[in-house]
């Protein structure tokens, strides 16, 4: 067990995913949490304009921010997996890059990390091709860019070979398999809506470095930084629970890119 006054811990979450006049999410009250928000970059969700107050927000108050690349997927909310040739996806995911600087730079901020979301988080743990292509953008843009994702995915690892920071990710509203994967979304369970569960067992994580898994078992999970979902009506209330449990058992709650 750690001793909690060392202990330190960034929480980031999935913010500017509104698009013209649909909401999603409450990015006002989740930048007044969170330490570093991963900003949607326009292929998956987000539109230039919501991306430039977001990232004018979140360098207001101090908040690290991430690229949160994805598929070129608006209609499914980068949450579908696309065969995308490995040469077309660095090019898409350069792009996103290059847009969301864009954003940061007139902002007074910089871009920090690299995030990929949904449907391309999930592949490039275990895919190769499209886990290089993601490596081959970041690392063609800027490669003192951070990666955030979970600990031991093949993109972590090809990362860390390339000499690119990676930061360990843990979820604090999605339940956990026995072998240390999240449940798909779309099985029962999937997603914790309750704050105070959501809470005790980041906490617990923090602490400890383990999380029961959906058949009661526990599963030792690296973590820097812990994510909650930005996309439904109790998001940012989920995110404060957690922030505040935290706090109170004495962890730092600050951004990894001050940690460095």
Known sequence: MCDAESVHIDLNADVGESFGAWRLGDDEAMLQVVTSANVACGFHAGDPLTLKHTCEQAARRGVAIGAQVGYRDL????????????????????????????????????????????????????????????????????????????????????????????????????????????????????????????????VRLVRDGVITAVDGTDVRVDVESICTTGDNAGAAALALAVRSALEAEGIEVNAFTKTT
């Open 75 to 202: 209609v499914g909310f980068g949450r579908r997996f696309l065969d995308v040739a490995s040469d077309e996806l660095q090019a898409d995911i350069l792009y996103q890059l290059g847009a969301l600087d864009a954003m940061c730079r007139a902002a007074g901020t910089r871009l920090s990390y690299v995030r990929p979301h949904g449907a391309l988080y999930h592949v490039v743990a275990t895919n190769d091709g499209q886990a290089r292509a993601l490596l081959e953008a970041l690392c063609a843009y800027d490669d003192s860019l951070a990666l955030l994702h979970q600990a031991g995915s093949l993109v972590a690892r090809r990362a860390r070979l390339r000499g690119v920071r990676v930061v360990a990710e843990a979820f604090a509203d999605r339940a956990y398999l026995p072998d240390g994967r999240l449940i798909p979304r779309g099985r029962e369970g999937a997603v914790c809506h309750d704050p105070e569960e959501a809470a005790a067992r980041m």
